[in-house]
């Protein structure tokens, strides 16, 4: 991928809240995002891939309360640094990074045991999840797209993607979920992104991922899609958008610059 990517900043910032200035920010070497004049952008052609945590709802604060939880547990010190490398990846991934850390080796029986028991304790968590933790602007751009026929996929790892879709009310506009129950090899790996492309009945020519890890844009990429990160350009900067967050976010404007990149 050439170039930086164009960075929209015309909304408020989905954690902070603030307001930036209405404008469009390129760094230098970024082409200029016209909007398309020479042809019609048929909404119903696209499919859009969403990773969950961090781009729909932040559920990285019950994760890492349970892995801080398991960490403290085998006395490995465990920080919310240490937290970043386990964004995108799967729960024993997750386990290995941890267990690597501490220096510890486990039998696989042993680890098994451990994402178990991780995860129970996050399932308790999310259960008290409510529909007031999605992030802003994301219902309303999902239901934008689901009215425009823009077919919808979530790709996450999380195995607990339908629990944390059914408890923020938001499940009914998906037409497929692809989660840690369907795919095995973690991001940047395409495999979550192509199955979804598969599961719509899109090309990937025509579908858009929305993620907020480096990996996940990667994994975008390696399955021939365009990426729209949400959070940092600094960190998102392979992605051929950045957004701060879903807030006053139109579909058509977002489709009109990608047209572009």
């Given at each position: ?184 090899r973690a991001k940047p790996d395409p495999e979550v992104f192509v199955t979804g492309a598969e599961d719509l009945g899109i090309d990937p020519e025509y579908c858009v991922v929305f993620e907020d890890a480096v990996a996940g844009v ?44």
């Amino acid at each position: 991928r050439q170039g930086s990517p164009a960075i929209l900043r015309d909304q408020p910032d989905q954690r902070t809240g603030k307001k930036p200035d209405l404008r469009i920010l390129r760094p230098a070497g970024c082409k200029q995002l016209t909007p398309t004049n020479n042809r019609r952008i048929q909404m119903s052609q696209y499919g859009f891939l969403f990773d969950l945590d961090g781009v729909i709802v932040d559920t990285a604060k019950y994760h890492f309360l349970a892995w801080k939880r398991l960490a403290d547990e085998l006395d490995i010190p465990f920080t919310e640094q240490d937290n970043e490398r386990l964004k995108g990846v799967s729960r024993m991934a997750s386990l290995e990074i941890i267990l690597e850390i501490g220096n510890r080796t486990m039998t696989e029986d042993e680890k098994q045991a451990l994402c178990q028991r991780k995860n129970d304790w996050y399932v308790e968590y999310i259960k008290k999840l409510e529909k007031s933790e999605l992030l802003p602007g994301v219902e309303n751009f999902l239901k934008q797209a689901h009215a425009a026929g823009i077919k919808i996929a979530l790709g996450s790892a999380s195995k607990n993607s339908p629990l944390i879709l059914d408890r923020l009310g938001i499940t009914e506009l998906f037409d497929a979920v692809v989660d840690g129950t369907r795919v095995s090899r973690a991001k940047p790996d395409p495999e979550v992104f192509v199955t979804g492309a598969e599961d719509l009945g899109i090309d990937p020519e025509y579908c858009v991922v929305f993620e907020d890890a480096v990996a996940g844009v990667q994994a975008a990429h390696n399955a021939g899609m365009k990426a729209v990160g949400i959070g940092s350009p600094e960190i998102l900067g392979q992605a051929e958008l950045v957004i701060p967050g879903f807030a006053n976010v139109t579909v058509n404007d977002l489709l009109q610059k990608l047209e572009n990149v």
